[in-house]
């Protein structure tokens, strides 16, 4: 006989737990994640949620003693943003609602970004910044130094590393496809998560000659690898190639073959849509000494 990993008590022979405890457990979960975005999204009663989060666990077989309690929390949070993420958009209120609630229960940022979430919460940021507010965070040089050339007329929005440069080496007159594809949907409206999810980078007819950093300004896309150097400006790209995995350029000129950079799937979706961002603004101010950068937006500037 086995005993119920949810309640103890002799679940029948060779069984690992009853259905009916599975099942709470499984509607505990699901509650717990509903009131937590709720209050961290929404700023419903926020000052009892550990109250009902406890009293929740208690009926479900959830632990939320202690430590468990802030591991609860801070999952609660990151679906929060994704939940976020995925209505398109984060209004100043939902990042007012997100930023109290870790304040509230004392989520560090590396605790919240031991999931990646804390990430998703600064790129949505950014992106809130570039397209609600038409603003250009200043890029704090003091944490990292970006290894590009910068002109004066530009400001880095985002580096990400450990990009692959994929170049098409199969020689072709024709190229049919995606040229000049625009991936707009509205101003201020993020591009879904799963909108390209279809799509990987093809490597059958790409080539993967090179590895490194790729970085983002209001301007250009820069890349630094271990062999290739470059910057391409935006206005010369005519058409993007948006992948589940990466994106695909095609430069303004009449030897241009088509160019991917591969990443990961969060990190090609926040390409895009900062991309996407820059190039429908009509103008983009760039900050000044002393303006806020991405870390002084997230915990409140601008909004
Ligand atoms: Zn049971």
Redesign the pocket.
Known sequence: MGD??????S?GFLRK??K???ASHEQGLGMIRKVCVDAALRGVDVNILTDKVRSIGAAA?IDTSGAALGETLARGWGQAVEAAMDDHFLSNEEKRALNRYRVQHNLSADHLDGSGHFTLFRMMNLLNALSEHGVAPRFDRRQVRPPFNLMKSEELLWMFGGTDYLEEVTKREFRGGSLGVSFRVAKGVYIRPGAFRGRSVATSSMQHTDSGILGITTKHIYFKGNRKSFRVRLEKIVSFDPYRDGLGIMRDTARAKPEVFRMGETDAWFLVNIIDAVMSMDSVRLPKAGDPTLDEIVDGGLA
């Open positions: 119920c990993r949810y309640c103890g008590k679940a737990e009853h009916e405890c599975a077989y």
